[in-house]
């Protein structure tokens, strides 16, 4: 008789889910599903709104990557107005971008996933928190208090407050950097700097202790994709869309608005995620990643200096294998503070012209950004008066839905034998989707809580057994 | 004495927004604490309990009658071994205890502190308190006004 194991909630992640692990007759994992149950539907909110309002409503999406949504919807609004924005508020957008991505990484890696990397994934679940985490290491968590704080800090300083900033507006940003920010947000780089790189070499010793992680944790051929910047080079604010496979390029700098010719977006009956795909290859073959592994997968270089050091030795990993987003996501801590000084250096910095006005002259308009998680798209289309008659947005979590789904049956199939069940396996299946660091909130557009659950489910659909934290 | 006070809660829904309510009117007060308003309690809290000599949260409550004020001393519970079990699930989202312990565990520092609470009734979206619950803002403020003069 078929079991089904339920792990509900899923916990470490931003938003609500469960994984239900579907075992055969013979007690051997068949399947593995991730289950979204959580819905809002913000692209129907937004139909009947003025154009201008979308970067502050569709920041109200998500808390933890608000900065995302306002530079992809302002994008699109660029666009729907047919406005080249000034140079200074294109560094500016750069800098709150990146800034949010450090601070985002700094969270998933530090306070959801270091539990499971230092304590151990069979340790006791209930010493599996930061403050675990604090009392084992305490200088790693005031690294990632550190690292996160000043993340939250820059987004403060230029956008007037850490969650849901309205500073970022169609056709640039609402006022200037002063210099007293700019030298202010200087002075604290060095040792934001310094401190992601001593994490980073502390990481790279502790890999081999999670051989069997890396082995497993969604390792699989397929497909990545972000957009890229000038000759290759790691981009996070604007470019063209590149997919790339074991080491080719499948698509190469695709003008990032013809995304449709490349991407199909499917529904599944178990999930209020879609899960996109390249459609030339079909939902099987055409599943890729997107986030910090995929861009540094598909990227030549950083731009910086010891973020361009530390991708030599990353591109030297494994990349089969979802594990290697958490280095990832460090070496995109060191880039992000090291390219924030880069560009605070920049002679404009301080222009006071960060802003073009105009009424809409075009009737469609489509933005992409590289998000903390990956790449995100919001897609509008408006009437004569301005108003919103159709938003699409797709974003990074539910690019990464099919190799999530992928990855979490992998990992059940190594470790799940019979009904044999422990917490560290459990936490092992539920750790391969942290390695992706789903926004479920973002991607249904949903009001998020932390939570998971497993189920056991027979051959007969009967739930057998069940897990929920 | 360096007083931190931390008002907490959505201001958006409903009574929830109490803490932030009387944190910016303490904020508009003559007063020399630190005043922070903020939807949930995070890890990076604890750079601003590092420095501070004593500690108050004001946050509204799911579980108290409507417009029942408390006032919880936390000083004889930040030794508690396990931290509240909203911070296991998300490590982001802290109680003030497990913020007070993390800082203990981080900084050595152990400012006294409390956290004030208000029974609410409505906590769905909406930018208006109860009149139960708005009644005791000033009653709030004037009481920690009073803690920390």
Redesign the interface.
């Known amino acids: 008789m078929t079991k089904i194991i339920t792990i509900d909630?899923v916990?470490?992640i931003e938003g609500h889910s469960k994984i239900t692990i579907h075992l055969n007759d013979g007690g051997e994992v068949e399947d593995a599903m991730f289950h979204v149950t959580q819905l809002r539907g913000f692209e129907k909110f937004a139909e009947g709104r003025p154009f201008h309002e979308m970067p502050s409503l569709m920041a109200r999406i998500c808390?933890i990557c608000p900065v995302s949504h306002l530079i992809a919807s302002s994008k699109a609004c660029d666009m729907l107005m047919s406005v080249r924005i000034p140079p200074a508020a294109v560094k500016l957008r750069r800098i709150i971008n990146l800034a949010q991505i450090a601070q985002s990484h700094a969270?998933s890696f530090f306070?959801?996933s270091s539990?499971d990397l230092l304590l151990g994934m069979d340790s006791d679940?209930?010493k599996?928190?930061?403050?675990g985490v604090?009392?084992e290491n305490?200088e790693l968590?005031?690294r990632?208090?550190?690292l996160?704080?000043l993340g939250?800090e820059i987004i403060e300083l230029l956008g007037g407050k850490k969650?849901h900033p309205g500073w970022v507006v169609a056709g640039g940003v609402s006022h200037p950097l002063t210099a007293d920010h700019r030298d202010y947000i200087l002075s604290k780089l060095p040792e934001a700097i310094k401190i992601a790189a001593t994490t980073l070499a502390w990481f790279e010793e502790q890999l081999e202790r999670f051989s069997e992680e890396i082995s497993v944790f969604a390792n699989f051929p397929g497909l990545y994709m972000s957009i890229v910047g000038a000759n290759g080079a790691l981009e996070t604010y604007d470019g063209p869309l590149s997919i790339v496979d074991k080491g080719n390029f499948v698509v190469d700098r695709l003008p990032a608005e013809e995304y449709k010719s490349i991407i199909e977006e499917s529904i599944s009956p178990h999930s209020y995620l879609k899960s996109p795909y390249y459609k030339h290859l079909g939902i099987v073959q055409g599943m890729y990643r997107v986030g910090p592994l995929a861009r540094l997968k598909i990227a030549t270089h950083c731009g910086t200096p010891q973020a361009d050091e530390a991708l030599k030795k990353f591109k030297k990993l494994d990349l089969c294998s979802a594990f290697h987003y958490h280095s990832a996501r460090l070496i995109e801590i060191l880039y992000a503070y090291e390219m924030i000084e880069q560009l605070l250096k920049s002679d404009d910095i301080l222009d006071s012209h960060v802003r073009a006005f105009a009424e809409p002259n075009a009737f469609e308009g489509f933005g992409v950004s590289e998000a903390p998680r990956g790449t995100l798209m919001h897609h509008y289309k408006i009437d004569k008066n301005g108003l919103i008659t159709y938003a699409d947005l797709i974003i990074a979590t539910g690019h990464n839905n099919l190799a999530m789904n992928r990855g979490i049956t992998q990992a059940a199939k190594h470790y799940i034998k019979g009904d044999n069940l422990t917490d560290g396996i459990l936490n092992r299946v539920e750790a391969v989707i942290r390695t992706f660091d789903p926004c479920l909130s973002c991607s249904t557009h949903a009001l998020g809580q932390?939570?998971?659950d497993i189920q056991l489910v027979g051959p007969n659909g009967a739930v057998l057994d069940r897990v929920q934290? | 004495m360096a007083w931190l006070i931390v008002g907490f809660g959505s201001d958006i829904c409903g009574d929830d927004k109490f803490g932030i309510a009387v944190a910016e009117s303490i904020a508009k007060s003559d007063t020399t604490a630190m005043v922070i308003t903020t939807n949930t309690l995070v890890p990076e809290l604890v750079e601003k309990i590092r420095v501070a000599d004593g500690v108050i949260f004001v946050d509204a409550s799911l579980t108290l009658p409507l417009g029942q004020v408390q006032c919880i001393d936390l000083q004889n519970q930040r030794d508690n071994q396990e931290p509240d079990a909203c911070s296991v699930g998300s490590s982001h989202d802290c109680h003030p205890k497990t913020l007070l312990q993390l800082n203990y565990i981080l900084n050595g520092t152990q400012p006294p502190s409390w956290l004030y609470i208000v029974g609410g009734a409505e906590f769905s979206y909406s930018e208006q308190m109860s009149k139960s619950v708005e009644a005791c803002v000033e009653i709030v403020k004037e009481e920690i006004m009073a803690r920390i003069s």
């Open positions: 909630p916990t470490r808390g969270l306070y959801l539990p679940p209930k599996r928190n930061i403050i604090a009392k305490p968590a005031r990632g208090i550190h996160r704080a939250q969650i932390m939570a998971l934290r």
